[in-house]
């Protein structure tokens, strides 16, 4: 009602512009148009996050990971318009080499890790390969074909081709 006042008495204009339309604010019609496109964009806004929950869920429950990355090791592709996630063979390998690395009986912490990798692979070592992410690597299960997440408030199991066996890992955490 003030802004209509103004606009009567004062020849003041407030207008706001919106998806291409402008709407005259002492206008009731304009005010309660607006009102009800604001409604309609937070309905739209709240159908396309629940519809794309509900793909997301649709796709951990069937085992396939929502996430863009897959982690090092690993690449996704498509076989037979089927998304899968396989074994990423150049980079998989200093995964097992950091594994076995660590495993020996003259290595006792991951920096003696990185150590030994820098030294004997010094010119071909994977630039990602470093020591903080040696750290990650020793201690994320997705190595051994299992990547857990968690969304919603739900636990979801993603299996996918091991690159180091479950009895290796174990004893890595051990």
């Not at 739209?44 to 085992?63: H, N």
Request: proline letters at 1%; a negative charge.
């Amino acid at each position: 009602d003030l802004i209509t006042d103004l606009h009567v008495e004062e020849k003041f204009d407030v207008l706001v512009h919106c998806n291409g339309r402008e709407y005259r604010c002492w206008d009731t019609n304009d005010r309660q148009a607006m009102g009800f496109n604001a409604i309609m964009n937070e309905a739209a806004k709240d159908f396309i996050v629940q519809s794309t929950t509900e793909a997301k869920i649709s796709l951990l429950k069937r085992g396939i990971d929502i996430n863009g990355q897959v982690g090092y090791g690993y690449q996704r592709v498509e076989i037979d318009k089927v998304k899968t996630i396989i074994i990423k063979e150049d980079e998989a390998k200093w995964v097992r080499e950091i594994y076995r690395i660590f495993l020996l009986p003259s290595t006792d912490n991951y920096g003696s890790v990185w150590d030994r990798l820098s030294k004997r692979y010094e010119e071909e070592l994977d630039q990602k390969v470093t020591k903080a992410w040696i750290v990650k690597v020793l201690n994320h299960k997705r190595y051994t074909g299992v990547r857990e997440t968690h969304f919603r408030g739900n636990d979801y199991s993603i299996t996918m081709e091991p690159i180091i066996d479950i009895e290796t890992f174990n004893k890595v955490q051990d």
